[in-house]
């Protein structure tokens, strides 16, 4: 069954204790509420095990941001898979824009790092979306069909089925720009219609896709709304308890 799914992502903010101010702050808001959708919290490597031992108990997740392409070995500064999963971690976000274009990560590297993650039994959130360019010059369907085959393709189906997508086009990340409703449902059901053809009906209609891009609490129903949206990955409006709350709230 497709779930519904909030995802936040700090990306590289937040010292650990305010890490740890955030989980509170959200364990007490979200005290004797239904939630209806999961939730999962993207935090620094090191932040991992403090911020999922908080999480205790609760119904919220934690994910990491990023794992190595390797097992393990002579990787300095590297963190495998496993050593994110002995955090009680859960998830791992893979193929970020930021770190596609910061990191030089590319489809074949991040084959690797969906590869590592699965084996560990964590669960990527893997991201796909076109540069402003890309959709200017009206390539965007291409571009997201590319990283999809061009990482994820090789997967067996049982391997694919325990992936979560995010569709993030890189020119609403972080810039107060956000798809549109039709934009982000036609992108969602593109990608749904591409599944389909993969690894059909049962498989596509069981995976969730988030949007991502400046998605907030003044947004998040109205996108999550679209058949093919099934929740969100949120940079800016994670990083405070009380503007994260209503966009799992958009489920309510
Ligand atoms: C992100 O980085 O995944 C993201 C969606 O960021 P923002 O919500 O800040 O645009």
């Not at 941001?65 to 791992?92: F, L, P, R, W």
């Not at 059901?189 to 998605?215: H, M, P, Q, W």
């Amino acid at each position: 069954m497709r779930k519904n799914i909030v995802a936040g992502n700090w990306k590289m903010n937040k010292t650990l204790q305010e890490g740890l101010t955030f989980s509170n702050e959200l364990k007490k808001l979200l005290n004797n509420k239904s939630v209806n959708c999961e939730v999962v919290i993207g935090t620094p490597f090191i932040h991992l095990s403090e911020v999922a031992k908080s999480f205790k108990g609760t119904k919220v997740m934690v994910a990491a941001q990023n794992c190595a392409d390797k097992e393990s070995g002579a990787y300095t500064g590297e963190v495998s898979a496993s050593m994110i999963s002995s955090t009680n971690a859960t998830h791992v976000i893979l193929g970020h824009s930021e770190r596609r274009a910061y990191y030089n990560e590319t489809p074949e590297l991040l084959k690797d790092k969906v590869l590592q993650a699965l084996s560990s039994n964590l669960t990527p959130i893997f991201c796909v979306g076109e540069a402003l360019e890309e959709r200017e010059s009206d390539k965007h369907f291409d571009v997201v069909a590319e990283q999809l085959k061009g990482s994820l393709f090789e997967l067996s189906k049982d391997d694919f089925s325990k992936l979560i997508l995010a569709y993030e086009p890189v020119w609403a990340i972080g810039t107060g720009k956000t798809a549109s409703a039709e934009q982000a449902q036609e992108m969602h059901a593109f990608i749904r219609k591409t599944l389909v053809e993969k690894y059909g009906e049962e498989v596509a209609n069981d995976t969730s896709i988030l949007y991502g891009g400046s998605c907030n609490a003044g947004n998040a129903k109205e996108l999550f709304s679209n058949p093919d949206v099934d929740g969100g990955l949120i940079g800016g409006a994670s990083l405070e308890a009380e503007k994260f709350l209503p966009i799992i709230e958009a489920f309510n």
